[in-house]
């Protein structure tokens, strides 16, 4: 009796932790970067991506048409400055400022 409750114990253990990594594997949060666009002007790109996606963003943006805050229409990015979670502040003083005028 007590080897099945240790089996069911430690059955339902070893199944909760596994849940609990791919939950937070799989759990998705808003982002913003510091974009410069194909012919001048800069601004902010929201996204929301999976948490592991956050570091290579940057890289995966360039070249890439996105739609502004300010535009209908997708524009091209030229250059990616910086990309931090929504609630975190930049760390370049030109992405904070671009930050502060940014209408949410």
Same mark, same amino acid.
């Given at each position: 009796m007590k080897k099945l409750i240790l089996f069911v114990f430690f059955t339902t253990a070893s199944f909760f932790c #596994?849940?609990?990594?791919? &939950?937070k594997k799989s759990q998705k949060v808003d982002a913003k970067?510091? $974009? #410069?666009? =194909?012919?001048?002007? #800069?601004?902010? =790109?929201?996204?929301?991506?999976?948490r592991e996606k956050l570091k290579s963003l940057?890289?995966?943006?360039? &070249?890439? !048409? $996105?739609?502004?805050?300010?535009? !209908?229409t997708?524009?091209?990015v030229y250059k990616v400055h910086e990309c931090v979670l929504l609630q975190d502040t930049f760390k370049a003083s030109r992405s904070k400022e671009v930050d502060a005028r940014t209408a949410r």
């Amino acid at each position: 009796m007590k080897k099945l409750i240790l089996f069911v114990f430690f059955t339902t253990a070893s199944f909760f932790c #596994e849940a609990e990594q791919i &939950n937070k594997k799989s759990q998705k949060v808003d982002a913003k970067c510091h $974009v #410069e666009l =194909y012919g001048g002007g #800069e601004t902010l =790109y929201f996204r929301t991506i999976k948490r592991e996606k956050l570091k290579s963003l940057a890289k995966k943006m360039v &070249n890439r !048409s $996105v739609l502004t805050p300010m535009s !209908s229409t997708k524009r091209k990015v030229y250059k990616v400055h910086e990309c931090v979670l929504l609630q975190d502040t930049f760390k370049a003083s030109r992405s904070k400022e671009v930050d502060a005028r940014t209408a949410r």
